[in-house]
């Protein structure tokens, strides 16, 4: 990318189904989901919003070769997305009290997302 003009970041959780590409994409959502850019068209080559380019960096606590990086990049409507996965967010409790620990944890994958615009 030759030039950031915008960045956003958001966070999502998957509470209870330790889904790290569900927390993923609601972390992409989160940062996206109530933005506006009317004029980044006037920075885009040809004024064409299918000529920004997005990196999505995603900071992941756990499982991070499990995120499904084609599902990620089908939030973003327009341009060339690339997708980077780092070490970071967060695995906590989720506070249930499971029965049998052999078959499913009781962790909360929380991920945090920096959405970077430009071209």
Do not use: W
Not at 1 to 15: H, P, S, Y
Not at 34 to 63: F, W
């Amino acid at each position: 990318m030759e030039r950031i003009i915008f960045i956003e970041t958001g966070t999502g959780i998957d509470v209870h189904g330790q889904n790290v590409t569900k927390a993923c994409l609601r972390a992409v959502e989160n940062a996206i989901h109530y933005n506006s850019m009317p004029g980044i068209r006037e920075y885009l080559p040809e004024k064409d919003l299918h000529n920004m380019r997005v990196n999505v960096r995603l900071a992941v606590p756990i499982d991070k070769e499990q995120v499904d990086i084609e599902l990620v990049k089908q939030e973003i409507p327009y341009g060339t997305v690339t997708v980077e996965v780092i070490d970071g967010g967060m695995a906590t409790t989720s506070g249930i009290i499971l029965e049998d620990k052999e078959d499913k944890n009781d962790l909360m994958y929380i991920v945090n997302a920096a959405v970077e615009v430009g071209y």
